[in-house]
């Protein structure tokens, strides 16, 4: 049982925006840095955003993060085919339970 | 370039052990955590752990605690994985990968535990 909340799925047209909340508490989102997985279908998951809002190097500009309190947001603008995968925020939490939570994932899907 | 790869499948009895194991290649392997990460059949990321091979430190979820370890040879840049006791419920795919953020995942090891 994921302590992250995401929406199971968001779809859009190729070239529309879609935007992915996930959603904490204080005691982890709140007080730490968020950081976004790509997994595409088969594959090992992929870093796309650490640090709130951070893209690793390869990572194109139309993947951008943010936080604001206890939530936070990944946008893909641009939508390609290519971006059909399941995404997952992660971040660190101070419950006893783990040390790193990830959020219960969010399958993209190009109409 | 920094690359982890994993071990094979394995196919394993209830209570019996699996050890997985990761190699780094293309970087220094003992100034990064490798954190483990499963993920069963349909389902989404769980968080096993992390250790630091420079001081063979790791931190558990409670989740798994008492039944995984994790270990790590620094001269052949490669962590371990070790789970005990194993039941139905630990088939899945496990990951490693390199520093708390993530940056560099292995390919993923399938453990298939049935009897």
């Known amino acids: 049982q994921s302590v992250l909340t995401q929406p199971p799925s968001v779809s859009a047209a190729p070239g529309q925006k879609v935007t992915i909340s996930c959603s904490g508490s204080s005691s982890n989102i709140g007080n730490n840095y968020v950081s976004w997985y790509q997994q595409l279908p088969g594959t090992a998951p992929k870093l796309l955003i650490y640090e709130n809002n951070k893209r690793p190097s390869g990572i194109p500009d139309r993947f951008s993060g943010s936080r604001s309190g206890t939530s936070a947001t990944l946008g893909i603008t641009g939508l390609q085919t290519g971006d059909e995968a399941d995404y997952y925020c992660?971040?660190?939490?101070?419950?006893?339970?783990?040390?790193?939570?990830f959020g219960t994932g969010t399958k993209v899907t190009v109409l | 370039q920094v690359q982890l790869v994993q071990s094979g499948a394995e196919v394993k009895k209830p209570g019996s052990s699996v050890k997985v194991s990761c190699k780094a290649s293309?970087?220094?392997?003992?100034?990064?955590?490798i954190t483990w990460v499963r993920q069963a059949p349909g389902q989404g990321l769980g968080w096993m752990g992390r250790i630091i091979p420079a001081l063979g430190i790791a931190n558990y979820a409670q989740k798994f605690q008492g039944r995984v370890t994790f270990t790590a040879d620094i001269s052949t840049s490669t962590a371990y994985m070790e789970l005990n006791s194993l039941r139905s419920e630990d088939t899945a795919v496990y990951y490693c990968?390199?520093?708390?953020?993530?940056?560099?995942w292995g390919q993923g090891t399938t453990v298939t535990v049935f009897s």
């Open positions: 990968a390199r520093a708390d953020d993530m940056e560099v």
């Open positions: 293309g970087g220094t392997f003992n100034t990064f955590t």
């Open positions: 992660g971040t660190w939490d101070s419950s006893l339970s783990a040390l790193y939570v």
